[in-house]
C-alpha cells in the first residue's frame, strides 16, 4: 500500500525592507521640504518684536556705554 507524499511547504517570505536613515535622499528631500514649509508659515510674524500697542518701557538714553 502506498501512502499520499506530503505536499511541499509553502515558499519562505521574503524579508522586509530595512527601515530608511538618516542619509536616505529621499528621507532628506522630505525634512528639507518640510522645513520650508515651517519657515514660510511663519512668515514675518516671527521678526516682530512688539505688540500692536508698541514699546511701552522708557528709552535707555541717560548714561554712554563706551567709557566716557
Known amino acids: 500500500m502506498c501512502l499520499p507524499s506530503a505536499p511541499k511547504p509553502p515558499p519562505a517570505p521574503e524579508p522586509p525592507e530595512p527601515p530608511p536613515t538618516r ?10 521640504a518640510k522645513r520650508k514649509r515651517l ?14 500697542s508698541g514699546d511701552t518701557e522708557d528709552a535707555n538714553v ?6 566716557a
Do not use: C, F, Q
Request: glycine fraction near 10%; hydrophobic fraction near 35%.
Open 62 to 67: 541717560g548714561k554712554t556705554t563706551l567709557g
Open 39 to 52: 519657515l514660510a508659515m511663519k512668515g514675518r510674524r516671527s521678526t516682530i518684536l512688539t505688540s500692536s
Open 23 to 32: 542619509d536616505d535622499p529621499v528621507i532628506n528631500a522630505e525634512a528639507t
